[in-house]
């Protein structure tokens, strides 16, 4: 006879987002909203890894080795178990990081099939605020992404620091960002409860950053 215990059906699977870092500073303004993005999905009950270039063996990502057992297959699952993706990179010359461009073709054609992603960008001036849209957008869309939605770009005034160092994103980046977290879970996590209402424009993340 089964205990009541082991007659108990399994928990669902947790909602998993991958974090994709395209600068190689972690004081990167776009790696620091990716953070703020990443700990917004957390509090909803998402788990999240955050991958980025220290992740990969330089000779992997120049080489574009795919064979088994190098960190392209370890990228690949995670892409696979995830439900969605947030891709965040600094522009340099009105285009994405040629870093991102690297890590993005360890996978395998229609790698984000059915996948929604969420876009993030930064750059000293919202001269190039449709950058990722022209650039990094196609590049989603060839690898099969299902849903690219709006992305998220921060300018030099969008973020501040304060005397200890910590990066604080200003009040109109902080409710986009919050916004566009909503509307990933709404693909990632189907049936939810409401994001708690935060006050994103005083949210520390640890760390001093660049472009």
């Known amino acids: 006879m089964r205990s009541m215990r082991s007659a ?14 395209g600068s ?3 004081r990167s303004r776009s790696t620091v909203m990716l953070r703020c993005a990443a700990n917004l999905l957390r509090e ?3 788990a999240v890894q955050e ?7 330089p000779s ?4 574009a080795v795919h064979d088994e057992g190098s960190a392209a297959r370890w990228l690949r699952d995670l892409v696979a178990r995830a439900g969605g993706l947030v891709v965040a990179s600094p522009v ?6 040629a870093a991102l461009k690297a890590m993005l073709d360890l996978l395998p054609e229609r790698a984000l099939q059915g996948k929604a992603v969420l876009p993030l960008g930064s750059a000293g001036s919202t001269a190039h605020l449709l950058a990722l849209e022209y650039s990094l957008n196609p590049v989603l869309s060839a690898l099969g992404a299902r849903h690219i939605l709006a992305g998220v770009y921060a300018a030099g005034e969008d973020v501040t620091w304060n005397a200890e160092g910590d990066a604080v994103l200003g009040d109109r980046l902080g409710t986009r960002l919050n916004a566009c977290v909503e509307r990933l879970l709404e693909f990632v996590v189907p049936v939810r409860a409401p994001l708690r209402a935060a006050d994103i ?7 001093r950053f660049g472009v």
């Not at 991958?51 to 063996?57: I, K, R, S, T």
């Not at 992997?60 to 080489?63: F, Q, R, V």
């Not at 340099?92 to 990081?97: E, I, P, T």
């Open 201 to 207: 424009g005083h949210l520390l993340v640890s760390a």
């Open 51 to 57: 991958v980025g270039l220290h992740d990969f063996p």
């Open 60 to 63: 992997d990502l120049i080489e």
């Open 92 to 97: 340099y010359q009105a285009s994405f990081s």
């Open 44 to 46: 909803r009950g998402v």
């Open 24 to 26: 190689a500073s972690s």
């Open 8 to 21: 108990q059906p399994s928990p669902p699977p947790r909602p998993f987002v991958l974090a994709l870092a």
